[in-house]
């Protein structure tokens, strides 16, 4: 218990930037807005538990990316982001394979905005960051919580257009 709280208390300013943290529901649709660069940003998080016959096999198959920080765990199923209401294009890999989301954030500044999600706890919590604009996300990292500006996977979305 100590170690979460000094990993919470070193991490926190990292989350603080320019909205308010909403906690993340381990099951069901968790919704974020912010105005960020002038635009309206609404987005709904859809997670579920792992809870139920067959919960604690589950969680153990190498697929499922459990942290243990939350009894049953907790995997995002979705994410959907919307500017100005129109929604943008959010490729699975952005969000598959994160688990035990416990708070989000949006913000940013002119056209490029940042979804930040926390996640886990102690030595397993992280932050993911998914980069994106007005039509798709451009980018996701993973960094750990006690090291957030060094992440340890970096991901870029490009659009590639093949000739007809």
């Not at 909205?19 to 968790?30: E, F, I």
């Not at 635009?39 to 016959?53: E, K, M, N, S, Y």
């Not at 708070?103 to 960051?129: C, Q």
Request: one cysteine or more; charged letters at 20%; proline letters at 5%.
């Amino acid at each position: 218990m100590m170690c979460g709280l000094a990993v919470w208390a070193f991490v926190s300013p990292a989350f603080a930037r320019d909205q308010p943290r909403t906690y993340v529901a381990a099951s069901g649709v968790t919704t974020v807005e912010a105005t960020v660069g002038g635009a309206h940003v609404v987005v709904r998080i859809t997670a579920h538990a792992l809870d139920g016959p067959g919960a604690a096999r589950l969680a153990q198959m190498p697929a499922r990316a459990c942290t243990g920080s939350r009894a049953p765990c907790s995997l995002v199923d979705d994410i959907d982001i919307r500017v100005q209401g129109e929604r943008i294009w959010v490729p699975k890999g952005a969000y598959l394979g994160l688990a035990d989301v416990t708070s989000a954030t949006v913000s940013g500044a002119g056209a490029t905005s940042s979804l930040t999600l926390n996640g886990g706890d102690a030595s397993e919590a992280y932050i993911a960051t998914l980069d994106f604009d007005r039509a798709r996300v451009t980018g996701r990292s993973i960094a750990p919580a006690t090291e957030p500006g060094k992440p340890l996977e970096k991901t870029t979305y490009r659009v590639v257009t093949t000739g007809d």
